[in-house]
C-alpha cells in the first residue's frame, strides 16, 4: 500500500518527533553525567566515548567533537583500547558526513591499534568500516575484500550481529555489480539474525537494501513496501543518516515508477535531513535526484540549478578525497589534468558566450528588420501581416528548440565529464595501492639485507648461521609476486605478455625488472626489490638493453612505456 503525500508526511512528523523522544534521554543523560563534579579520568573518558559513538547517526559532526576529546584524554592516559575506539568514533564521523579521507586516516590508525593489541573484534569492527570507504569511491573489489576479512573474523568469534551487518554491506556492493540473487541470498540471512537479535539499527540497514533491490528489479510496489520500513525504524531509533538514505532511495524509486511529483518531494525531504544531519554524501544523492525530477518535468531551469549545487559539491568532495596521494610526480600530473580541464571549462564558456552574443545580434537584426519593414510596409496587405506574423512565431519555436537542445547537450557533456572523473580516480587509486605494494618490498628486502648485515657480524653460531640461511631464502621468496603482478597487469593489462612477445629470450627476473623500471623505480629500490646489489641491479639493466637492441642513449624507461 501506497500513502497519500499529506498522509505521508503527517505520519514522517510523527515518527520524526518520536524518533527525537527516544533519542533524547540516552545523550542527555551522558552529557549531564560528563558535567558532574568530582568525575574522574577514566570515567570521563568512558562518558566521551560512548557519546561519540551515540551522535554517529544523530549528528556526525558532534561525534567528531566528542571523539577528538576522547582521543586526547586517551592519549593522556595511554589506554590504547580507548585511542583506536575513538580513532574509529571520529572515522566513522566523518564518513557519516562524506569526508573520505579524513575518515580513512583515522580509520587506518584504528585498525593498527587493533592489530597491536591483538583484538580481533575491533580489527573486523575496523575492516567493515574502511570497507564502506572504499564502497562509496566505487572501488568494490577492494571493499568487498574488507567485507570478507571482516566476515571470517566475525564468524571465529561467534559474532552474529556483525556478520549480519556485514552480509548487507556485502549485498550493497553485489547489487551495484548486478549480482541481485546472491545479494538477496545474503540479505534474506542478514535478516534472519537480525529478527533474532531484535536488532532494529540492523534491520533497518536489510530493508533500505531490500528496497533498493527491488527498485533495480523494477519492482516498484515491493520496493517502496521495504523502504517504508526502513524509513519508520530509522525514525524510531532516530538514525537521521539513515533516514536521509531511506527518503533518497524511496524518491528514486517514485521517480522510476513515473511519480515525478512524489519523488520530487521526497528528495526535498532527504535535502532537507542531509543538511540537519550534516551529510554531504546524501545532500549529494538528493541534488542528483531533484535534478532528474525536474528533468523528466522538462523544467531545465530548475534541473540545471540542481545539477549545479550537485557538480559544486561533488568537486569540493572530490577535492577532500585525494587519500593515498605518495608520489609527488602524481600530484603534478593531477595539477596539469585540472589545468587542462579548467581550459577546456574556460574555452567553452567562451564559445557559449560568443554564440550566445551572435544570437543576440540576430535576434535584434531579424527585430530591426521586421521593424523597418513594419515602418515601410505599414498599409499592407492584411494577408502579408499574417505572413509575417506566422514567420514570428515559427522562428520563435526555432529558437526555443536549439536551447533546449543546447541545455540536453551541456547536460550529456557534464554526465560524460562526472564519469571521466570517476575513472581518473579510480584509476588513481590503483596507481597508488600498485606503488604501495611496491614500497612493500623495498621496505622489506632492505629489513631483511639490513638484518643479514647485523648477523654477518655476529659469532659463527650454529643458530646464528641457520637465521642467515633462512632470510637467505626469505629474500628470494616469490610468494608476494604473485598479488604484485597481479596487480601490475591490472593497471598495465598486456604489459608483460607484449614485452615477453617482442624479446623471448628475457627470464622471469628481468621480466619483473622490467615491471619495476616501468613504475620508474630507480635503480637502488629495485635492487632492493629484486634482492640484490645496486651494482647488479646496474649489471641487469645493461644486459635489458643489449637483449632489447637498445642505443646508450636511448631511455630504457621511455621505450618500455611505449610498448604498454
Not at 519492482?219 to 521495504?226: P, R
Request: charged share 30%; hydrophobic share 40%; with cysteine.
Amino acid at each position: 500500500m501506497v500513502l497519500k503525500p499529506a498522509h505521508t508526511a503527517l505520519f514522517l512528523l510523527l515518527l520524526f518527533c518520536a524518533g527525537a523522544i527516544l533519542a533524547s534521554p540516552k545523550t542527555d543523560s551522558l552529557e549531564t553525567a560528563l558535567k558532574r563534579e568530582g568525575i574522574s579520568a577514566e570515567q570521563r573518558l568512558e562518558t566521551l566515548s560512548a557519546l561519540g559513538y551515540s551522535y554517529w547517526t544523530i549528528d556526525p559532526t558532534k561525534s567528531v567533537r566528542y571523539g577528538r576529546e576522547g582521543l586526547a584524554l586517551a592519549n593522556e592516559l595511554g589506554n590504547r583500547e580507548k585511542q583506536a575506539y575513538n580513532y574509529r568514533v571520529i572515522g566513522v564521523a566523518f564518513w557519516a558526513i562524506g569526508d573520505y579521507q579524513p575518515a580513512l586516516d583515522h580509520m587506518l590508525k584504528s585498525l593498527d591499534i587493533y592489530q597491536e593489541i591483538k583484538n580481533e573484534i575491533g580489527i573486523g569492527n575496523m575492516l567493515l568500516n574502511i570497507g564502506l570507504v572504499y564502497s562509496e569511491q566505487l572501488s568494490y573489489t577492494v571493499a568487498k575484500n574488507y567485507y570478507r576479512r571482516a566476515l571470517q573474523l566475525y564468524e571465529r568469534s561467534d559474532e552474529d550481529g556483525r556478520k549480519a551487518t556485514t552480509l548487507t554491506k556485502l549485498a550493497s556492493v553485489l547489487m551495484e555489480e548486478d549480482s541481485l540473487a546472491l545479494a538477496q541470498k545474503y540479505l534474506n540471512e542478514s535478516i534472519d539474525i537480525h529478527r533474532k537479535n531484535n536488532f532494529r539499527y540492523g534491520l533497518a540497514e536489510a530493508y533500505n537494501r531490500y528496497g533498493v533491490l527491488y527498485c533495480k528489479k523494477k519492482d516498484y510496489n515491493a520496493s517502496l513496501d521495504y523502504l517504508y520500513r526502513s524509513r519508520d525504524l530509522s525514525i524510531s531509533i532516530a538514525d537521521h543518516e539513515g533516514i536521509a538514505k531511506c527518503l533518497n532511495d524511496i524518491g528514486i524509486t517514485l521517480l522510476a515508477s513515473g511519480n515525478h511529483a512524489e519523488a520530487t518531494a521526497y528528495f526535498t525531504k532527504a535535502l532537507q535531513a542531509s543538511w540537519d544531519v550534516g551529510s554531504k554524501k546524501w545532500r549529494l544523492m538528493a541534488y542528483q535526484g531533484l535534478a532528474d525530477a525536474a528533468r523528466k518535468e522538462n523544467n531545465f531551469k530548475v534541473a540545471i540549478h540542481y545539477l549545479e549545487q550537485h557538480r559544486a559539491l561533488r568537486d569540493s568532495m572530490l577535492n577532500e578525497q585525494k587519500i593515498l596521494a605518495i608520489a609527488d610526480l602524481q600530484k603534478e600530473f593531477e595539477n596539469r589534468e585540472q589545468k587542462r580541464i579548467l581550459e577546456l571549462s574556460e574555452l567553452r564558456l567562451r564559445n557559449l558566450q560568443e554564440e550566445s552574443r551572435r544570437r543576440t545580434v540576430t535576434f535584434w537584426s531579424i527585430v530591426a528588420l521586421l521593424l523597418l519593414t513594419l515602418i515601410i510596409l505599414a498599409l499592407g496587405i492584411h494577408n502579408q501581416r499574417l505572413r509575417r506574423k506566422t514567420a514570428e512565431r515559427d522562428k520563435e519555436r526555432e529558437l526555443e528548440a536549439m536551447r533546449v537542445e543546447d541545455v540536453r547537450r551541456e547536460m550529456e557533456v557534464e554526465k560524460i565529464r562526472l564519469r571521466e572523473k570517476e575513472l581518473k580516480i579510480e584509476l588513481e587509486l590503483k596507481h597508488k595501492e600498485l606503488t604501495s605494494y611496491a614500497l612493500n618490498f623495498v621496505k622489506k628486502n632492505e629489513f631483511i639485507t639490513g638484518l643479514k648485515n647485523d648477523l654477518a657480524s655476529a659469532k659463527s653460531d650454529p643458530a646464528v648461521l641457520t637465521v642467515r640461511k633462512k632470510l637467505q631464502l626469505s629474500a628470494h621468496a616469490d610468494r608476494d609476486w604473485e598479488n604484485f603482478r597481479l596487480q601490475f597487469e591490472n593497471i598495465h593489462e598486456g604489459f608483460l605478455e607484449k614485452i615477453k612477445a617482442l624479446h623471448p629470450e628475457l627470464s622471469q627476473t628481468e621480466l619483473r625488472h622490467c615491471s619495476l623500471i616501468r613504475m620508474n623505480m630507480n635503480i637502488k629500490e629495485c635492487a632492493s626489490v629484486l634482492g640484490i646489489s645496486p651494482e647488479s641491479a646496474k649489471t641487469s639493466r645493461y644486459r635489458l638493453r643489449r637483449k632489447m637492441n637498445l642505443d646508450e642513449k636511448a631511455s630504457l624507461y621511455d621505450y618500455l612505456t611505449s610498448v604498454n
